[in-house]
């Protein structure tokens, strides 16, 4: 019973400001790496920006310098503060964590449903 909550997502103008959230809850032992997907339309979904609990991350060159990923082991909530936004931003954002829902458990990849993003130009 794991569930991942997504939140933040909205409307904004070019050059403006959203902060995503992901909450994961449930049945959870530890977490891996959190990430952050999206998928405009007509597009393949792709890797936005990844962390994980040892702290490497990783971006798309498309959003580095603009977008910054941090998470709350606390609070098993990875966050995607992204800046200066372009109308190429939109997309529905998708979060996901790499799972162990146990300690004798394997580790899976679960995802959120998915929040949109729009930028108007």
């Known amino acids: 019973q794991v569930q991942l909550v997504e939140s933040g997502g909205g409307l904004v103008q070019t050059g403006g400001s959203l902060r995503l959230s992901c909450a994961a809850s449930g049945s959870i032992f530890s977490i891996n790496v959190m990430g952050w997907y999206r998928q405009a339309p007509g597009k393949e979904r792709e890797l936005v920006a990844r962390?994980?609990?040892?702290?490497?991350?990783n971006y798309a060159d498309s959003v580095k310098g603009r977008f910054t990923i941090s998470r709350d082991n606390s609070k098993n909530t990875v966050y995607l503060q992204m800046n200066s936004l372009k109308p190429e931003d939109t997309a529905v954002y998708y979060c996901?964590?790499?799972?162990?829902?146990?300690?004798?458990?394997?580790?899976?990849?679960?995802w959120g449903q998915g929040t949109q993003v729009t930028v108007s130009s």
């Open positions: 996901n964590a790499d799972i162990r829902k146990t300690y004798s458990s394997s580790t899976y990849r679960y």
């Open positions: 962390d994980n609990s040892g702290g490497s991350t």
